[in-house]
């Protein structure tokens, strides 16, 4: 079946470091799709990438979507405390009409 | 965005009663919910896609008869669970969607302790 493999499953940082988590798919995705859920609580969309190639940026935030439509990364600049939580990335199967989340990455902040 | 509820937030049930959990669209239509389900440090995991008016569309290994949908109004679905068990304990999660788009919004989420 549809699947999206995400790495790494845990990751931590001393804070101001940069993060980074990536995503690939077996099949081409009609978008994809971030969220983040803090500890205790439930996901929350923070961006979706629909075109090959796509970057976009939320601040310290920064989503790209792979030429193939297979891949996604999101990068974490200077981080901070607020910053954890686990995040998921979801890859959108157009055929099936229904998300695909990706196993998460963990992120915890050493202040 | 979209405002999504969730009733209860949490609950604590003996095994072998049903829990129903409510999902509620606060602030528009939707035509298709999703119910998910989400075991401690793991992924969402799609449980079942609950379209207004028809038959929910369960996905595999999911017991249709276990979890039972039903998705009666345009900004109301709600999950059975039937006769839970210990196993069952979890974090059910729903989402929405509005029409012609493809970002899901999540509600609060509910925590399942069977005992």
């Known amino acids: 079946g549809q699947q999206v493999m995400q790495i790494p499953q845990y990751q931590h940082v001393q804070e101001g470091e940069d993060f980074t988590t990536y995503c690939n798919s077996s099949?081409?995705?009609?978008?994809i799709q971030w969220y983040k859920q803090r500890p205790g609580g439930h996901p929350v969309f923070l961006i979706q990438l629909v075109k090959s190639g796509e970057v976009k940026k939320q601040k310290r935030l920064t989503f790209q979507f792979g030429e193939a439509k297979k891949n996604s990364s999101l990068h974490i600049t200077a981080t901070q405390t607020t910053d954890v939580g686990t995040y998921f990335c979801?890859?959108?199967?157009?055929?099936?009409?229904?998300?695909?989340f990706g196993q998460g990455t963990r992120l915890t902040i050493n202040p | 965005g979209a405002v999504v509820s969730q009733h209860p937030s949490w609950v604590i049930c003996k095994s072998g009663t049903s829990v129903k959990i409510e999902c509620r669209s606060l602030?528009?239509?939707?035509?298709?919910m999703f119910w998910y389900r989400q075991f401690p440090k793991q992924s969402l995991m799609l449980m079942a896609t609950?379209?207004?008016?028809?038959?929910?569309?369960?996905e595999q290994g999911v017991e249709k008869d276990k979890f039972l949908i039903n998705h009666a109004s345009l900004t109301l679905s709600t999950l059975t669970v039937t006769s839970a068990h210990p196993e069952d304990s979890s974090f059910y999660i729903c989402?929405?969607?509005?029409?012609?788009?493809?970002?899901?919004?999540f509600g609060p989420g509910t925590r399942l302790l069977v005992l």
């Open positions: 602030d528009f239509q939707a035509t298709t």
């Open positions: 099949t081409t995705l009609s978008n």
């Open positions: 989402s929405v969607r509005k029409q012609g788009q493809e970002t899901q919004y």
């Open positions: 609950s379209n207004e008016g028809s038959k929910a569309t369960y």
């Open positions: 979801a890859g959108y199967i157009q055929g099936a009409q229904k998300l695909v």
